[in-house]
Nanobody, 123 residues
Framework: QVQLVESGGGLVQAGDSLRLSCAAS????????MGWFRQAPGKEREFVAA????????RYAVSVKDRFTISRDNTKNTLYLQMNSLKPEDTAVYYC????????????????WGQGTQVTVSS
């Protein structure tokens, strides 16, 4: 299995940028599709972005497309989420997750989850 630890969250103003990281340990990182999800208070967890095992294919939620960029460094066992032009509605706990298979966008497809990192965007 793989262990995931997110970092990089914080309190920012609307329009600012943040980069989240997810450090993986355990089994070979490059063997997993990876994704980012988020959950705002009182809301369901939602898909944000996904990346294939090689990093060659990505998927984004409509709400973050053109603002967020998912990437991975398989030599460093690390997943990233670059978030630009942040909005108050991006406020949530952000989770990284690992899935068997090449790429996945549904939460039930993911097998391992991190503990989450809080992102708060003030207006």
């Amino acid at each position: 299995q793989v262990q995931l630890v997110e970092s990089g969250g914080g309190l920012v103003q609307a329009g600012d940028s943040l980069r989240l990281s997810c450090a993986a340990s355990g089994r070979t990182f490059s063997g997993y599709a990876m994704g980012w999800f988020r959950q705002a208070p009182g809301k369901e967890r939602e898909f944000v972005a996904a990346i294939s095992r090689s990093g060659g294919t990505t998927r984004y939620a409509v709400s973050v497309k053109d603002r967020f960029t998912i990437s991975r460094d398989n030599t460093k066992n690390t997943l990233y989420l670059q978030m630009n032009s942040l909005k108050p509605e991006d406020t949530a706990v952000y989770y990284c997750a690992a899935a068997y298979g090449d790429i996945a966008t549904l939460d039930y497809e993911y097998n391992y989850w991190g503990q989450g990192t809080q992102v708060t965007v003030s207006s």
